[in-house]
C-alpha cells in the first residue's frame, strides 16, 4: 500500500503564492506519473498539472504560466509551485500518483485565496 503525505496548504491572499508537496511511500523505480487535482466545494475533480517519470508536464489552461509542477525522484516527491492565485484557486488540493499499475491518492490539503 502506498501513501501519500501531502504539506504546504493554507490560507493566502490574492496575488500570493504557495508551494504544494507530496511525499510518495513507495519505491522510485515504481512511481510513474505524478500530478495535482483540486476540487471546489459543488465541483467536479480537476487536473491541475502533471509529470511523467521522464519529466515531461502538462497543466490545465487555468493555470498555465501560473503553476509549476515538478519532482524529486530522490526524495519520491512531487511539487506545485502556485504563483498569482486567485480566489478561484480555492479548493482541496490532491496529490495523485501512479505506482506500477495502480493509482492512488493523497487525503487532500486545503487552498484558500482570499480576495
Known amino acids: 500500500q502506498v501513501q501519500l503525505v501531502e504539506s504546504g496548504g493554507g490560507l493566502v491572499q490574492a496575488g500570493g503564492s504557495l508551494r504544494l508537496s507530496c511525499e510518495a511511500s513507495?519505491?522510485?523505480?515504481?512511481?510513474?506519473?505524478m500530478g495535482w487535482y483540486r476540487q471546489a466545494p459543488g465541483k467536479q475533480r480537476v487536473l491541475v498539472a502533471a509529470?511523467?517519470?521522464?519529466?515531461?508536464?502538462e497543466y490545465a489552461d487555468f493555470v498555465k504560466g501560473r503553476f509549476t509542477i515538478s519532482r524529486d525522484n530522490a526524495k519520491n516527491t512531487v511539487y506545485l509551485q502556485m504563483t498569482s492565485l486567485k480566489p478561484e484557486d480555492t479548493a482541496v488540493y490532491y496529490c495523485?500518483?501512479?505506482?506500477?499499475?495502480?493509482?492512488?491518492w493523497g487525503l487532500g490539503t486545503q487552498v484558500t485565496v482570499s480576495s
Open positions: 495523485h500518483v501512479h505506482v506500477d499499475d495502480l493509482e492512488y
Open positions: 513507495a519505491s522510485s523505480a515504481s512511481i510513474n506519473a
Open positions: 509529470i511523467s517519470s521522464g519529466g515531461s508536464t
